[in-house]
């Protein structure tokens, strides 16, 4: 019997199987950040350990950093204290690391594949849960906890119990207007947010292979959201085309050795899944959350919800307690919501083809008068991109706060939150209750969504810039 491309990688990397036990694995690239490594170093001082692969082990500030003020020190305390203690443990057991002011610095899951150091065929862990974004390379990738951090820096290894397997087949086209980012939330809300818990997911079908690097990266980066594992793509000529040329990419004879084993790792015909989910890429249309988690969704052209019409008990209480949270009538037209704040930013829309969708959008309008938007490069790399592009400077001539590198208003972990009761159109990957600050409330949207929420300050589309232009001509 065949096997499927997570399989492949799967069995490359065992170091031990025993019966009844799970598989060790090896580990090929180790990221880590601030906030979930302290303790994990800690660990390998009281224990007297080193850190086995520094060389495959790289560090970088993003979460707790701020993206003004840049030449200040850290004003928070608690942020300020996990930033040094990050650069004191690189420091001290020889860990690569990407500080403020480093031009690689940036949100980990943006600066890996920029540098290419992820790669097809790898396995790949951190500290973060959305490290299943580099499984748009196909690699087997997945965020670990603080003591599985520190078993991977003491041993280059990780003891996992292997998942099931399940195909995601995308067929037909995605319509003019809709992305990736609508996509995997049309998806999320169909099987809702435990549909992939226990698998490794593989997103198949042409409507994928026609998604370019980073609009994979925004599917794979989500498929944490409906309880997968991972999520992974099989590498193809779009994978090799972005890695070719980057700093840590193979070169010369090692190039097209690492290629040609590159194009063995796809799912063989004959292999079989536990789970095949099939879902029409030509019915998804700009898509947006109502609610407090993103399986909470409907099209922006929707309504809100009533939680009556929920057959299941369970999700008709958190339904209830979504709208309460969020502010929000049942049958309230999406498009009727007035929003405050806009953050265009993250790992899972913080690239350089996020930041030209948006400012191709934004070019000769003016931010909505009550409304704010933040955009927010996902490393100092894209954001000097986008400055020699002229980005920024479309950005700032529309209104918009044009920021330094980071994680930023994705979380509030940083200066960049919203305020009690304060309402934004998000372009990242969460929308729990306080996730971007206590008491915001958070809708998830794709890049153009949130360009067109911002200047008309409501939930709005592209096409409904579009109508207000032809309207006014």
Not at 1 to 21: C, F, P, S
Request: proline fraction near 5%; aromatic fraction near 4%; charge should be negative.
């Amino acid at each position: 019997m065949g096997r499927t491309l997570a399989e492949k990688i799967w069995e490359e990397h065992v170091v031990r199987r025993h019966e009844g036990e799970p598989d060790l694995l090896y580990v090929d690239l180790h990221l880590i950040h601030e906030v979930t490594s302290p303790q994990a170093f800690d660990g390998l001082r009281l224990s007297g350990r080193t850190v086995r692969r520094a060389d495959l082990t790289l560090a970088t500030e993003d979460h707790n950093i701020p993206t003004t003020d840049l030449d200040k020190p850290i004003a928070d305390l608690v942020s300020r204290t996990q930033v040094e203690t990050l650069r004191r443990n690189c420091a001290e057991f020889g860990v690569r690391l990407h500080p403020m002011g480093d031009i690689d610095q940036g949100i980990v899951h943006v600066v890996g594949p920029q540098l290419g150091l992820t790669q097809p065929g790898m396995t790949i862990v951190c500290g973060d849960s959305h490290t299943s974004t580099h499984g748009a390379f196909g690699s087997i990738a997945f965020g670990i906890g603080t003591s599985e951090v520190e078993h991977v820096l003491a041993t280059q290894s990780l003891s996992q119990a292997k998942p099931k397997m399940m195909a995601v087949e995308v067929v037909g086209d995605l319509p003019e207007g809709s992305t990736a980012k609508d996509l995997i939330l049309a998806l999320i809300t169909q099987e809702t947010t435990g549909g992939g818990q226990g698998y490794i997911v593989e997103y198949r079908g042409d409507a994928i292979r026609r998604l370019s690097m980073e609009a994979r990266m925004t599917i794979c980066n989500m498929s944490i959201e409906w309880g997968a594992k991972a999520g992974l793509i099989a590498p193809d000529q779009t994978t090799y085309d972005y890695l070719e040329g980057r700093p840590n990419a193979p070169t010369g004879a090692d190039w097209d050795a690492a290629t040609a084993h590159w194009d063995s790792l796809v799912t063989d015909d004959d292999a079989v899944f536990d789970k095949v989910i099939t879902i029409d890429a030509s019915t998804i249309t700009p898509f947006v959350t109502w609610g407090t988690n993103p399986g909470q969704g409907v099209p922006l052209s929707g309504n809100v919800p009533d939680p009556a019409s929920f057959e299941d008990e369970n999700e008709r209480v958190a339904a209830e307690n979504a709208l309460t949270y969020m502010g929000l009538t049942a049958g309230t037209p999406m498009k009727d919501i007035d929003v405050d704040t806009v953050f265009i930013g993250s790992c899972t829309n913080g690239r350089i083809e996020d930041l030209r969708v948006a400012a191709r959008l934004i070019e000769g309008h003016t931010v909505a008068k009550d409304t704010r938007i933040l955009v927010v490069p996902g490393s100092v790399r894209v954001r000097l991109q986008a400055e020699q592009e002229g980005l920024d400077v479309i950005f700032k001539d529309a209104g918009a706060e044009w920021r330094g590198a980071g994680c930023s208003m994705c979380l509030g972990m940083n200066p960049d939150q919203l305020t009690p009761g304060e309402r934004s159109a998000s372009t990242s990957n969460r929308n729990f209750e306080g996730r971007q600050g206590k008491g915001g409330r958070t809708h998830l949207v794709s890049p153009d969504v949130a360009v067109a929420t911002g200047i008309l300050g409501h939930l709005a589309g592209p096409a409904d810039l579009a109508a207000l232009a032809k309207a006014g001509a």
